[in-house]
């Protein structure tokens, strides 16, 4: 189940030009979506299914701001109307499509996959984007065969950072033992941690002094239902043992993060990552996020693995462990949210 009075991310915005009057096929949440820019730039998300034989609408024409489907020719203003239908003058009311509420901020671009007379802007999830002042910041993509519940939990779950991801991210004890102030917000959760003497990610190693090791700030939000938003400081080892990390700042980064379900066994995974512009160097941002992806190739079969495991055997989860329990805060929030909206409906 998943969230439907809520935003959900449909990608950066530089994925949605104007080239060839591009069509943008997307499942969120379960529903089937087809976004595009009208003549003035700006967003429409419309069902991804003709009215008359269930047609994908993505695979049709833009015709001005309208949509031609491809099957038999109806065309679809953006308001979601027909007007018209070739070979007959009348047009029936109920040949309509529905047209989600679509949003472009930070960078990103968000749908509201509910009731659009209760739309909120004010519940866009925090987050940070390409376009953000006085950073550079890269982005990628890739598609995860999981349930997205896995994928959230295992995001605010960093002790797996010491196992998983030793060989890609310089993971040691220091994420297992760490001491996280975990705060449970209304619609997410927000860690914020601190490990110290950690050697440098492999593939950033021969930007720094060879042997350097670092300490790291962490500051971790996940936002209900689809987005991770990580703000990490690495500084010098210093001598610090408590409290925030006393060595020499080196750099200073974001890292906006996306799972954005399809349905119940697939997610559609956006990210970023980049530093200040006062810490960068030379090809940095590059390096961060063409080495990030090996790392979450790592994660990606974790929760892949998870997943088919567990349709097989639903009840085989037979243990609790410490470092479960920042994982399972964020799953508690999604649940929590899950049985308001169905009292509602209930209720109505």
Known sequence: ???????????????????????????????????????????????????????????????????????????????????????????????????????????????????????????????????????????????????????????????????????????????????????VLERGVRNEFVVRGLPLPAFAQHLFPKGMLIDIDYHVTCTIPCTWVLHFRAYTAGTATEGPPNGQLILDTWSGQAVTPRNEDWVDYYFSWGTSVETTIRGLPETLIHGAPPAFLENKAVPEAQWKRMKKNPGGNRLRIANDADGNKTPAVLDKILAAEAAAAMAA
């Open 1 to 183: 189940m998943f969230p439907k009075n809520a935003w959900y991310c449909a990608g950066w915005d530089h994925d949605f030009n104007m080239i060839a009057n591009r069509l943008v096929p997307r499942e969120i949440a379960g529903e089937l979506v087809m976004l595009y820019r009208k003549a003035d730039g700006q967003m429409v998300a419309m069902e991804d299914r003709c009215p008359h034989r269930q047609a994908a609408l993505s695979l049709g024409t833009k015709e001005g701001d309208g949509i031609r489907c491809g099957y038999h020719g109806m065309l679809f203003g953006p308001d979601g109307k027909c007007r018209e239908i070739p070979g007959q003058t009348k047009i029936p009311e109920r040949a309509t499509v529905r047209i989600y509420p679509v949003v472009e901020k930070d960078g990103w671009v968000w749908v509201w996959m509910g009731d659009a007379t209760k739309v909120d802007p004010a519940l866009i999830p925090f987050a940070v984007g390409p376009h953000e002042p006085g950073w550079v910041l890269k982005t990628d993509y890739m598609p995860v065969n999981t349930n997205y519940r896995l994928e959230i939990a295992n995001l605010m779950d960093l002790s797996h950072l010491t196992w998983i991801h030793k060989a890609t991210l310089g993971g040691t004890d220091a994420y297992t033992n760490a001491k996280v102030k975990s705060t």
